[in-house]
């Protein structure tokens, strides 16, 4: 599937992909603020990502959901239909701590994310996007230690019952300690389970982080690519982060030659509209696209 011709300067410095090919989804994320604003529901996101954008994948955000309702996910599997879309994840917010110090919490966190996998499974998505949260942030390294530890138990009883139903469990950078790398991706082997792995975000760092090297790092163990993006000049290009170069990092740790190849756009910049923003970010990607 990927042809990709690189060129190596030092590390990641002089990758380039020339001609990797990957599908083009749409983070819901990208219009939280027209779907808050009430301009649109989650029920138009299908519509929208197919009219406006011409976009054939979405990645829902639980939190801009009406109601997981059976009622509403057979209105919500109509509209997909119609406008010809496919579901690609359903990314999980507000439902605890999966890194709780306490063990009835964190599995009680685990037990309630079993809805969304099956809502996932029902719209024909490949997995959910979960948090590597705890109620207290692990500092020290016996604390990130233990951490670790409750994390593998509470994750390893989610991926377990995604498997069941085709359903992949992924962990985004999205703060905190879970935008370590080294840390993430430490959780990965301990619980080395085939559908289990992470969605690396290409912002979501701290302030100082190489964020080619930490999305390197995560790459190997993709379950799917966040796009996330800020702003483009006159020539078409993000100006916050060579994109090129995270493209071939992308390309060149595999991503896509087996199991998902879809690269979702999440726009978060201020000085072009929503609409705008993932325009600019479409027609960025189309080098890359299908």
């Known amino acids: 599937m990927l042809a990709l011709a690189a060129s190596f300067g030092g590390g990641t410095q002089g990758i380039r992909a020339q001609a ?4 083009i989804s ?7 603020k027209s779907i808050r604003s009430r301009m649109m529901t989650n029920l138009d996101f299908p519509q929208v990502a197919r009219e406006h954008f011409g976009i054939g994948g979405i990645e829902f955000v639980n939190t801009l959901w009406e109601a997981p309702t059976q009622y509403y996910l ?29 063990q009835k919490e964190r599995l009680k966190s685990a037990d309630l994310h079993r809805k969304w996998v099956d809502c996932a499974a029902e719209l024909g998505c490949g997995a959910i996007r979960m948090n590597m949260y705890a109620e ?13 530890k409750r994390c593998q138990e509470s994750f390893t009883r989610i ?8 359903i992949n469990i992924c962990i985004e950078n999205h703060g905190g300690i879970s935008s370590n790398p080294e840390i993430l991706t430490r959780l ?12 690396p975000d290409f912002g979501n760092f701290p302030k100082g982080t190489d964020k080619y090297s930490a999305v390197e790092k995560l790459m190997p163990y993709a379950k799917g690519v966040s796009f996330k993006c800020w702003d483009f000049g006159p020539d ?10 995270m493209m071939g990092i992308v390309a060149q740790s595999g991503y896509g030659r087996t199991g998902s190849n879809w690269v979702g756009i999440e726009y978060e910049g201020e000085r072009l509209p929503e609409f705008q923003g993932v325009q600019a970010a479409r027609r960025f990607l189309e080098r890359y696209s299908l």
């Open 236 to 245: 078409g290009k993000e100006t916050t982060l060579d994109m090129d170069r």
């Open 188 to 199: 990965m082997k301990m619980v080395n389970l085939a559908n289990f792995g992470t969605l």
């Open 20 to 23: 990797g090919k990957y599908r």
């Open 159 to 166: 991926a377990e019952y995604g498997k069941a139903q085709g």
């Open 74 to 102: 057979g209105r919500l599997k109509a509209q997909m239909k119609r406008f010809d879309v496919q579901g690609v994840l359903i990314m999980c917010d507000g439902e605890g701590s999966m890194g709780h110090s306490e």
């Open 26 to 32: 749409l983070a819901e994320w990208s219009l939280h």
């Open 136 to 148: 207290k942030e692990a500092k020290t390294e016996g604390e990130i230690d233990e951490f670790l």
